[in-house]
């Protein structure tokens, strides 16, 4: 029997991808093999891949990434199945959703796309989960999310 998953991640989900030293890596690598399902729906908003760009660059400028695999990792980036909703179609919720929980418009992106398309929101960004602990807004730490295994058929 196969597992369906329909999340939407933020980018400090998605770059695990790509930071072999990161202890989560493997639970990153587990739910984006999900993607081979056709049935798999894993939704970010276009702002998520020039976030995941801003934090590349900042391990390039710490040292912690090499310059040379900045190409080949944005074109494997770019090219995941992940499900794109325009941040212009988000806009109007996210800005409510930050003034009401006095969270960035940037994260609240994140949360109403969640709202949107009915899925939970998995983030490694323990003051986003607190500050939407108590609301009716799904949103989950990645921490303590389990990816169901693959199917082996």
């Not at 310059?67 to 409510?96: C, G």
């Given at each position: 029997?196969?597992?369906?998953?329909?999340?939407?991640?933020?980018?400090?989900?998605?770059?695990?991808?790509?930071?072999?030293?990161?202890?989560?890596?493997?639970?990153?690598?587990?739910?984006?093999?999900?993607?081979?399902?056709?049935?798999?729906?894993?939704?970010?908003?276009?702002?998520?891949?020039?976030?995941?760009?801003?934090i590349?660059?900042?391990?390039?400028?710490?040292?912690?990434?090499?310059?040379?695999?900045?190409?080949?990792?944005?074109?494997?980036?770019?090219?995941?199945?992940?499900?794109?909703?325009?941040?212009?179609?988000?806009?109007?919720?996210?800005?409510?959703?930050?003034?009401?929980?006095?969270?960035?418009?940037?994260?609240?992106?994140?949360?109403?796309?969640?709202?949107q398309?009915?899925?939970?929101?998995?983030?490694?960004?323990?003051?986003?989960?607190?500050?939407?602990?108590?609301s009716?807004?799904?949103?989950?730490?990645?921490?303590?999310?389990?990816?169901?295994?693959?199917?082996?058929?």
């Amino acid at each position: 029997m196969t597992t369906t998953i329909r999340c939407v991640v933020d980018a400090s989900v998605g770059i695990k991808q790509f930071l072999p030293d990161d202890p989560l890596m493997p639970k990153v690598d587990q739910l984006f093999a999900h993607l081979a399902n056709p049935q798999t729906a894993i939704f970010v908003p276009d702002l998520f891949y020039i976030e995941c760009g801003n934090i590349i660059w900042k391990y390039v400028r710490a040292r912690l990434y090499a310059v040379a695999d900045v190409p080949a990792d944005l074109a494997t980036l770019k090219n995941f199945p992940l499900r794109v909703v325009s941040t212009a179609n988000l806009m109007a919720d996210a800005v409510n959703i930050a003034i009401n929980y006095n969270i960035s418009a940037y994260d609240a992106c994140y949360v109403a796309l969640s709202q949107q398309v009915n899925a939970v929101l998995l983030t490694l960004d323990a003051k986003l989960v607190r500050a939407l602990n108590n609301s009716s807004h799904n949103v989950c730490s990645f921490h303590d999310f389990e990816v169901p295994p693959l199917s082996s058929t």
